[in-house]
């Protein structure tokens, strides 16, 4: 558990350099679409001096890197508010809609790996189901979804328009975003559970508790169910994360007013302040739920058949 307690602090300076870097590499700076090319060369260096864009990259990223241990994520390059007050009036819905996301996709996941994982002829034919869903975009996804319930159906809202910081009066603006997420994420999920299932399921004592006659229920919760606690927590983690990274996609196409709209908007405007937060709070997200998860399978013997 030292070793988890070190590498999680280790992972996100790493993290944050990758995000630096990938900032740095986008084309153009905040100054050039603040003044939508109208400002003169002039204008232009006092504006990239103002805001400290004209300093070198390893002292910008020094900088960012000790506002953030100061709890200060930096000032908009486009709006001089602070980042941290842009992202908490968008996180309540974000987190609204990444957690009703992962309440669907969890429970789905795990079913869907229970059965991709038998040895059948419907395990094989769900494992490669689970595998292809899984690799389509999620673009397509949300098309399709919206192309069959709001289109064909008119069963729900095209849009989940909401203003910043507000929250869905109509439960039903929150249903496509929420599939449009967790179906392709629980396909995810599945696809990397189900060889864990199968293997737990081809262990010498859980078939001879299936020879014993025990029923399929009590097999499956005391006997394949703790050797699959802890890889599952970890997947359960990383798709937590994932949701939180891939809601920028979802939010733009339903007008959602969330984090993936603020990212998506500050990465065309090369606000790069906001995009860093941004993305260092996914993948915090991520590194908590691993570290979560790590001591989850620290706490549970998966070696160790139940008696």
């Given at each position: 558990?030292?070793?988890r307690?070190?590498?999680?602090p280790?992972?996100?300076v790493g993290?944050?350099?990758?995000?630096y870097?990938?900032t740095?590499?986008?084309?153009?700076?905040?100054?050039?679409?603040?003044t939508?090319?109208r400002?003169?060369a002039a204008?232009l260096a006092e504006l990239?001096?103002?805001?400290?864009?004209?300093?070198?990259?390893w002292q910008?990223?020094?900088?960012?890197?000790g506002g953030?241990?100061?709890?200060d994520?930096?000032?908009?390059?486009?709006?001089?508010?602070?980042?941290?007050d842009?992202?908490?009036?968008?996180?309540?819905?974000?987190?609204t809609?990444a957690?009703?996301?992962?309440?669907?996709?969890?429970?789905?996941?795990?079913?869907l790996?229970?059965?991709?994982?038998t040895?059948?002829?419907?395990g094989?034919?769900?494992?490669?189901a689970?595998?292809?869903?899984?690799?389509?975009?999620?673009?397509?996804?949300a098309?399709g979804?919206?192309?069959?319930?709001?289109?064909?159906?008119a069963w729900?809202?095209?849009?989940?328009?909401l203003?910043?910081?507000?929250?869905?009066?109509?439960?039903?603006?929150?249903?496509?975003?929420?599939?449009?997420?967790?179906?392709?994420?629980?396909?995810?999920?599945?696809?990397?559970?189900?060889?864990?299932?199968?293997d737990?399921?081809?262990?010498?004592?859980?078939?001879?508790?299936?020879l014993?006659?025990?029923?399929?229920?009590?097999?499956?919760v005391?006997?394949?169910?703790?050797?699959?606690?802890?890889?599952?927590a970890?997947?359960?983690?990383?798709v937590?994360?994932?949701?939180?990274?891939?809601?920028?996609v979802?939010?733009t196409?339903?007008?959602y007013?969330?984090?993936?709209?603020?990212l998506?908007?500050?990465v065309?405007?090369?606000?790069?302040?906001?995009?860093?937060a941004v993305a260092?709070?996914?993948?915090?997200?991520?590194l908590?739920?691993?570290?979560?998860a790590?001591?989850?399978?620290?706490?549970?013997?998966a070696?160790?058949?139940?008696?």
């Open positions: 558990m030292i070793r307690l070190v590498r999680a280790l992972l996100l993290v944050s350099v990758l995000v870097a990938a740095e590499a986008l084309p153009g700076d905040a100054a050039d679409a603040r939508a090319g400002a003169t204008q990239r001096t103002r805001t400290g864009l004209d300093a070198p990259a910008r990223y020094l900088d960012w890197v953030l241990l100061r709890g994520a930096g000032v908009s390059l486009l709006s001089d508010r602070p980042v941290a842009l992202v908490g009036q968008r996180l309540p819905a974000t987190a809609l957690a009703a996301a992962l309440a669907a996709a969890v429970p789905a996941m795990l079913a790996a229970w059965v991709a994982g040895p059948s002829r419907i094989r034919i769900a494992a490669a689970v595998t292809a869903v899984a690799a389509v975009p999620q673009v397509v996804v098309a979804l919206t192309a069959v319930f709001a289109g064909m159906l729900l809202p095209p849009v989940s328009l203003p910043p910081g507000g929250t869905p009066a109509d439960l039903r603006a929150l249903a496509l975003p929420v599939l449009s997420l967790a179906l392709p994420s629980a396909a995810y999920g599945a696809a990397l559970l189900h060889g864990v299932v199968a737990a399921a081809a262990r010498p004592y859980v078939r001879d508790a299936h014993r006659g025990l029923p399929r229920w009590r097999v499956a005391l006997y394949v169910g703790p050797m699959l606690l802890a890889p599952a970890r997947v359960v983690a990383v937590a994360g994932g949701l939180v990274a891939s809601t920028a979802v939010e196409l339903f007008g007013a969330g984090l993936g709209e603020l998506t908007g500050a065309a405007n090369r606000d790069t302040p906001v995009v860093q260092m709070l996914a993948a915090a997200v991520v908590a739920g691993l570290f979560l790590d001591l989850l399978a620290a706490a549970t013997d070696r160790r058949s139940p008696a």
